[in-house]
């Protein structure tokens, strides 16, 4: 790859979503703005090697996408996918066409931004569909990347992202940032598809790599701007605070090859302690602006108890059942109650662990964890330490059966290992 086609590939990265933020402001259809950003991008290509890297490429990407959004308005081309307010605009004389559209193309604002990132998550789009269109508008990936990032055929990715586009624009979703109740409730669906992605790449749910770095990063770059942009939304700051956080152990929870390595085996001087501070501010200004009993504030405060423990014996484990305790009121699911159960075989012992588990994972209660390689991992745990080591070995088994990801499998199959050598030499 040439300089020139890395520096075209840079800036399309950077710029992207702005670019398609501000034509789809005009043009009301996600899927047109970035079909003309996309012509903007093959105009880069075609000429930037032979003109040379212009000085301010973003701005002449800019220029060359309102070009086209101009004289796509000009033929009527878009005419029928239009809202009508857009469609009268077209009816005005050609000279004021141009100077309406200079006008609205160059006022690139945050908003433009915000209102992009509504749309890529609206309730009206599968989850699936909503974390592919976030990436493919919001993140920049390729196709392809989102397909490698996932593990799952291009060919899967490109149809969600094209029927997530055609609803939008069949359901006729305005290009806007809601308001009042619905800004709330959208937010929502907005935090929890950046949550998605960055836990897709903080424990990959399959394939050969413990963690997916790009994805978190693309998280947590998706979390810093929607803090600039909603600064006055707790959970917002809140979120952010636990991705850092938990993002701060990166080096540390993986080894030489690779390997996964749990909380309390790492190495913490490895933590990038700047990212912790970075944390634990945005958690207090969560906390700050009212929202420290919410979903995404109880978790960072959960994370900002392991940060805080110079070891992991000096671990607040009593504080921590009682933020699950705090989850278990406001969010309860089977994962916090998972999670509380070791956390309590941490803070009591492993024999009231299990019996928190076992409450948990009985058909009557909740046969969502049956299949989930976790429990059975969680259980097979529990029950080494209380030297059980046959009915150990069989929850240890079942969860190497049912995980996806090798490097789990890897790290399950070692603890299988040292627990049989610990139950030889007893």
């Given at each position: 790859?040439?300089?020139?086609?890395?520096?075209?590939?840079?800036?399309?990265?950077?710029?992207?979503?702005?670019?398609?933020?501000?034509?789809?402001?005009?043009?009301?259809?996600?899927?047109?703005?970035?079909?003309?950003?996309?012509?903007?991008?093959?105009?880069?290509?075609?000429?930037?090697?032979?003109?040379?890297?212009?000085?301010?490429?973003?701005?002449?990407?800019?220029?060359?996408?309102?070009?086209?959004?101009?004289?796509?308005?000009?033929?009527?081309?878009?005419?029928?996918?239009?809202?009508?307010?857009?469609?009268?605009?077209?009816?005005?004389?050609?000279?004021?066409?141009?100077?309406?559209?200079?006008?609205?193309?160059?006022?690139?604002?945050?908003?433009?931004?915000?209102?992009?990132?509504?749309?890529?998550?609206?309730?009206?789009?599968?989850?699936?569909?909503?974390?592919?269109?976030?990436?493919?508008?919001?993140?920049?990936?390729?196709?392809?990347?989102?397909?490698?990032?996932?593990?799952?055929?291009?060919?899967?990715?490109?149809?969600?992202?094209?029927?997530?586009?055609?609803?939008?624009?069949?359901?006729?979703?305005?290009?806007?940032?809601?308001?009042?109740?619905?800004?709330?409730?959208?937010?929502?669906?907005?935090?929890?598809?950046?949550?998605?992605?960055?836990?897709e790449g903080y424990t990959a749910t399959s394939g050969e790599e413990w963690m997916r770095a790009a994805l978190c990063d693309e998280a947590l770059r998706l979390g810093r701007m929607l803090v600039q942009l909603l600064p006055g939304e707790s959970e917002v700051h809140a979120l952010l605070a636990l991705m850092e956080?938990?993002?701060?152990?990166?080096?540390?929870?993986?080894?030489?090859?690779?390997?996964?390595?749990?909380?309390?085996?790492?190495?913490?001087?490895?933590?990038?302690?700047?990212?912790?501070?970075?944390?634990?501010?945005?958690?207090?200004?969560?906390?700050?602006?009212?929202?420290?009993?919410?979903?995404?504030?109880?978790?960072?405060?959960?994370?900002?108890?392991?940060?805080?423990?110079?070891?992991?014996?000096?671990?607040?484990?009593?504080?921590?059942?009682?933020?699950?305790?705090?989850?278990?009121?406001?969010?309860?699911?089977?994962?916090?109650?998972?999670?509380?159960?070791?956390?309590?075989?941490?803070?009591?012992?492993?024999?009231?662990?299990?019996?928190?588990?076992?409450?948990?994972?009985?058909?009557?209660?909740?046969?969502?964890?049956?299949?989930?390689?976790?429990?059975?991992?969680?259980?097979?745990?529990?029950?080494?330490?209380?030297?059980?080591?046959?009915?150990?070995?069989?929850?240890?088994?079942?969860?190497?059966?049912?995980?996806?990801?090798?490097?789990?499998?890897?790290?399950?199959?070692?603890?299988?290992?040292?627990?049989?050598?610990?139950?030889?030499?007893?």
């Amino acid at each position: 790859m040439s300089d020139v086609h890395r520096t075209i590939e840079a800036v399309w990265k950077i710029e992207s979503m702005r670019l398609i933020a501000a034509i789809a402001r005009v043009t009301r259809d996600v899927g047109i703005a970035e079909e003309l950003a996309q012509d903007a991008l093959v105009a880069a290509l075609e000429l930037w090697p032979e003109e040379g890297i212009p000085e301010n490429p973003a701005a002449w990407l800019m220029t060359a996408a309102k070009r086209r959004a101009i004289d796509s308005l000009r033929r009527g081309q878009m005419l029928v996918q239009k809202h009508e307010e857009v469609a009268r605009e077209l009816q005005v004389r050609q000279q004021r066409l141009g100077d309406a559209m200079d006008h609205a193309l160059d006022q690139v604002i945050d908003d433009d931004v915000l209102r992009l990132i509504f749309t890529a998550c609206h309730p009206a789009l599968a989850v699936e569909g909503r974390v592919a269109l976030t990436l493919r508008l919001i993140g920049g990936l390729t196709t392809a990347e989102i397909a490698r990032a996932f593990l799952v055929p291009e060919k899967t990715i490109g149809q969600r992202i094209f029927r997530a586009k055609k609803t939008l624009s069949e359901a006729h979703v305005p290009f806007e940032t809601p308001r009042g109740d619905e800004l709330r409730h959208r937010v929502k669906s907005v935090l929890s598809v950046v949550y998605l992605i960055f836990n897709e790449g903080y424990t990959a749910t399959s394939g050969e790599e413990w963690m997916r770095a790009a994805l978190c990063d693309e998280a947590l770059r998706l979390g810093r701007m929607l803090v600039q942009l909603l600064p006055g939304e707790s959970e917002v700051h809140a979120l952010l605070a636990l991705m850092e956080l938990n993002a701060s152990r990166t080096a540390a929870r993986r080894g030489s090859n690779g390997e996964a390595v749990l909380l309390p085996d790492q190495d913490r001087s490895l933590w990038d302690y700047a990212q912790i501070q970075r944390g634990m501010t945005a958690l207090e200004h969560a906390q700050s602006l009212g929202g420290g009993a919410q979903y995404y504030a109880l978790q960072a405060a959960i994370a900002a108890c392991h940060m805080r423990a110079r070891t992991a014996e000096k671990t607040d484990w009593e504080r921590i059942v009682l933020l699950y305790d705090a989850l278990m009121q406001t969010t309860p699911s089977p994962i916090v109650a998972l999670n509380r159960a070791v956390a309590v075989g941490m803070a009591q012992g492993p024999a009231a662990g299990l019996d928190e588990l076992n409450a948990i994972a009985t058909p009557a209660a909740d046969s969502t964890l049956a299949g989930y390689h976790l429990l059975h991992s969680v259980r097979g745990d529990l029950l080494m330490k209380m030297g059980r080591f046959p009915e150990a070995r069989e929850e240890i088994q079942r969860a190497i059966a049912l995980t996806q990801n090798l490097r789990e499998r890897e790290l399950l199959t070692e603890r299988l290992k040292q627990m049989e050598k610990a139950a030889r030499s007893t």
